[in-house]
């Protein structure tokens, strides 16, 4: 048979102190009590300090406010503006610092912790996830448009339909004319795909050069008959196509590149990048190390938001977050 508490209690408390009067007994168990009263009383005046504490964020931002630095690819540098436009309209309490620089840079801020998200046109490499694993960083990304590099050459060049042959000639200094070619930057993420993609890690001749820019690009590029230029499909579209449908500059000439599948020739304008018809089509992701809600995750989730996505597709990107259906189309003339 179980005992009431408050006998056993009596029991151990007669044994302990070995009291013979129940009232010197007693008296011992009231000190007792007063004792184990005064710690609860201790532990929860703790506990209502450590509730009532400092209620400071552990961070400073989150995905609508604050200030956070993010590095861009500088090829994106014209949809790039659009998007945090946008942003800053609906979010005013949002301070984004965008540092558009050669993807390689872009890299470098990211595992210097200098940039919590970068916008770059690949994913990371096995070798950089486990530098990750190593610097305790936990990445996210995903891609968020489709894009093209074009190739543009001078009003006056005779190629203006360029197979893959072509290109690698081109760009090894063997081809049957002799162009200077003309990239963005040395570190650039247009000079990586076509090394990777064309050439397959071969190495570019000495024909080669690097502007300041892509602007700088086609501007070299309009006054040299001689010269053709790689840059980000972004900055060939003229500003005053209102249609969408996709106009370009008129100061250089974009050429059209042979698809070696089908056997046909392509331009950089958004539903052959959708397709993949376009032979020279890479992604935009965005990689981010934040592991809490912070401003770099609220503008990332924007730009795979509808609105985000809808100014992708305005400047004549595809956009990879929204459900969109192309349907092939006879034109009767």
């Known amino acids: 048979m179980q005992l009431p508490f408050r006998v056993i209690l009596l029991n151990y408390c007669y044994n302990r102190y070995n009291c013979p009067s129940i009232f010197e007994l007693m008296s011992k168990i009231a000190v007792f009590m007063r004792l184990l009263n005064n710690i609860l009383l201790l532990l929860s005046v703790s506990v209502i300090m450590v509730s009532c504490g400092d209620n400071t964020p552990k961070h400073a931002d989150n995905l609508a406010k604050g200030t956070v630095d993010i590095s861009a690819d500088e090829t994106y540098q014209p949809v790039i503006e659009e998007e945090l436009k946008v942003f ?28 919590r998200i970068i916008l770059v046109t690949r994913e990371l490499s096995k070798a950089e996830k486990e530098l990750c694993a190593e610097k ?27 197979d893959h042959d072509a290109l690698v000639g081109i760009l090894t200094g063997t081809y049957k004319k002799k162009y200077t070619v003309v990239f963005d930057n040395q570190g650039s993420s247009t000079v990586r795909y076509i090394t990777d993609s064309v050439l397959k890690g071969g190495k570019l001749g000495a024909n080669v050069y690097a502007a300041k820019g892509n602007k700088e ?106 459900q969109i259906v192309i349907r092939e189309a006879d034109i009767n003339h």
């Open 217 to 322: 690009v086609i501007d070299y590029v309009s006054k040299n008959p001689d010269a053709i230029g790689f840059v980000g499909m972004g900055y060939v579209f003229a500003n005053e196509d209102t249609s969408r449908a996709g106009t370009f500059i008129q100061n250089v000439n974009v050429a059209a590149i042979k698809n070696e599948k089908d056997g046909q020739f392509y331009k950089p304008y958004q539903a052959y990048i959708a397709l993949k018809s376009y032979p020279l089509t890479r992604k935009l992701y965005y990689i981010n190390t934040e592991s809490y809600p912070g401003l770099g995750t609220g503008f990332a989730n924007f730009l795979g938001s509808h609105r985000g996505q809808l100014v992708f597709l305005h400047d004549h990107f595809f956009p990879l977050k929204e």
């Open 136 to 162: 305790k960083i936990f990445p996210t990304s995903e891609a968020l448009a489709g894009d093209g590099i074009a190739v543009i050459v001078n009003n006056v060049s005779p190629d203006t339909f360029l």
């Open 88 to 115: 800053d309209s609906s979010y005013p309490d949002a301070h984004i610092t965008i540092n558009y620089k050669p993807e390689a840079e872009c890299f470098k801020d990211y595992f210097d912790g200098k940039a």
